[in-house]
């Protein structure tokens, strides 16, 4: 049974970091990873650095790649 654990997420630079964070745990390179999730070390690279106008199916591919999900969290004081 592992832990379940939870990054809050809330900007494109919280989630690169998040991101890069959790690559640099398992000492995974950039290249590594760009390579396992389909993508490009540029792109992986604007991603880490919180680039503003990543393509969303390829975040997602590197999400998995890292063993992680997106989850949605709502509010319930938003009306």
């Known amino acids: 049974h592992t832990m379940e654990k939870h990054a809050a997420c809330t900007s494109t630079q919280a989630l690169g970091a998040a991101l890069r964070k959790e690559r640099k745990k398992h000492k995974l390179t950039q290249a590594d990873v760009a390579f ?3 993508v ?3 792109f992986l690279s604007d991603l ?4 503003p ?8 591919q590197v999400v998995a ?4 999900a997106i989850l949605l969290r709502w509010n319930s004081d938003r009306s």
């Open 36 to 38: 396992a999730a389909g």
């Open 53 to 60: 106008t990543v393509q969303l199916e390829k975040v997602l």
């Open 40 to 42: 490009g070390i540029r």
């Open 48 to 51: 880490e650095s919180g680039k």
């Open 65 to 68: 790649v890292l063993g992680g």
